[in-house]
């Protein structure tokens, strides 16, 4: 049962241009969203994260978008560089139930062409 | 400051015998995660640990799978009698509190399993 779902395994963008990341949830008890960025043989690395009284957080190129109704996150890259390309990986928490473990996608490799 | 330590970084093991997997949280860092991530999949929580004391092992598998983090030394993730379906890349987090959703991960310990 695949609670957190990133349905496009691979997005190729061109470097400047902006990466649009998509994730979709089922579980209408997660409250807190975080995206991961992981390059070949090291761990995820924590890029930004959104809780689920808002809808917009920012942090310098990073922007990640919610939409509980749809119950969708993005994640925007703008402009993208050559380091960004990496495995995107979404994660949700139940953090208003004191739950710890995070809930992964199987993530997107983003690939940004120079 | 060095990050969280996981070793060894490759561990390759034969059908039935144990595998042993450490990490090493970040300094100041009480709260300790386990996660796994089978090929083309996402992270899989498998287990999350304070000093001493095992808080969640909802996602550890019933049998042949142990974790510990005792008062000294590392945190300690072990596989008795390990399969081919346990070769994948067990990946180790650690917090300052809880609730602190972005974990800082270390890089991981690759097992296979001849």
């Known amino acids: 049962d695949q609670q957190v779902k990133q349905n496009s395994p691979s997005l190729s963008v061109q470097e400047g241009r902006i990466s649009i990341l998509n994730c979709d949830y089922t579980?209408?008890?997660?409250?807190?969203f975080l995206w991961y960025k992981k390059y070949p043989a090291e761990g995820p690395t924590f890029l930004i994260s959104?809780?689920?009284?808002?809808d917009k957080n920012e942090d310098g190129r990073f922007t990640v978008f919610l939409n509980k109704s749809a119950k969708h996150l993005s994640l925007h890259i703008v402009p993208s560089q050559p380091g960004d390309s990496a495995v995107y990986f979404c994660a949700a928490a139940r953090a208003y139930f004191g739950n710890e473990k995070l809930t992964f996608g199987t993530g997107t490799r983003l690939t940004i062409i120079p | 400051n060095a990050g969280v330590m996981q070793n060894p970084r490759h561990l390759v093991r034969r059908r039935g015998q144990e595998a042993r997997l450490r990490c090493s949280p970040m300094k100041g860092h009480s709260h300790v995660y386990w996660y796994r991530q089978l090929p083309e999949e996402g992270l899989k929580f498998m287990v999350y640990?304070?000093?001493?004391?095992?808080?969640?092992e909802s996602g550890m598998p019933k049998e042949r799978f142990s974790a510990e983090f005792p008062k000294e030394g590392p945190s300690i993730l072990r596989i008795q009698q390990v399969v081919r379906g346990d070769s994948a890349a067990y990946f180790c987090?650690?917090?300052?509190?809880?609730?602190?959703?972005?974990?800082?991960f270390g890089s991981g310990t690759r097992l296979t399993v001849v």
């Open positions: 959104i809780s689920s009284i808002k």
């Open positions: 987090a650690s917090s300052q509190t809880d609730r602190d959703y972005g974990y800082t």
């Open positions: 579980n209408s008890m997660f409250d807190y």
């Open positions: 640990l304070q000093k001493e004391n095992i808080i969640d």
